[in-house]
């Protein structure tokens, strides 16, 4: 096993003529590596050091993407490769390709899950917020609601015609504001309540 190489990295400067075999065949069937004139780049650097007479190489492909090869070599003299080992070298090609796509889908929906869990993580801290600035604007405004009606209704003394057009003024613009405050409120509540149905589908 220590004569075979594995994991080597060839790059399509290097050694172009294969490359372009490559690009055009997802199998190419190498008989004897000395005479084939596409493995030419590699026979000096590669097959004689290796005593590599014979080579079958399929791509690993992936949406239209080569991710790699599998190259099955043959030490010593040339080989006439037979369909049974072209068949299978092109089947355990595809079975790789069929594993790097599970593996790439299983990755995306993982990245989907997370990416959806933070944002029911960011709408419950938005809707929090929303709920809790809410009742702290909501207390006061009350208080001041409640004063002003008092004061229309002259449960502390009598008022001038000057300050109640005023006070009618600043009551019914609390007023406005609470019916505004209640609607923020009534958004928190419907937006919590649909982040929790889609968590729970």
Same mark, same amino acid.
């Given at each position: 096993l220590d004569s075979h190489s594995s994991g080597r990295l060839i790059f399509e400067k290097d050694y172009p003529q294969e490359? +372009?075999?490559l690009h055009e065949s997802k199998c190419i069937i190498n008989d004897d590596t000395y +005479? /084939?004139?596409t493995l030419s780049s590699n026979i000096k650097h590669y097959l004689v050091k290796r &005593?590599?007479?014979a080579l079958l190489t399929t791509t690993i492909t992936v949406g239209g993407q080569t991710l790699g090869l599998l190259r099955i070599e043959h030490k010593?003299?040339?080989r006439l490769w037979t369909t049974e080992e072209i068949d299978?070298?092109?089947?355990?090609? /595809?079975?790789?390709?069929?594993t790097a796509t599970i593996h790439h889908r299983n990755q995306?929906? $993982?990245e989907a899950t997370i990416a959806l869990n933070e944002a029911q993580k960011a709408s419950n801290a938005k809707s929090d917020f929303l709920a809790n600035m809410s009742h702290e604007l909501r207390t006061p405004l009350n208080a001041i609601l409640g004063l002003t009606e008092g004061l229309?209704?002259?449960t502390r003394g009598p008022v001038s015609e000057p300050q109640r057009n005023a006070l009618s003024i600043v009551y019914q613009s609390g007023s406005h504001l609470l019916a505004? $405050? &209640? /609607? $923020?409120?009534d958004l928190a509540r419907i937006d919590r309540k649909s982040t929790r149905l889609n968590s729970s589908h």
């Open positions: 490359f +372009k075999s +005479k /084939d004139y &005593n590599i007479g010593g003299s040339s299978f070298a092109c089947q355990l090609a /595809d079975q790789m390709a069929l995306a929906e $993982i229309l209704e002259h505004l $405050i &209640n /609607d $923020i409120l």
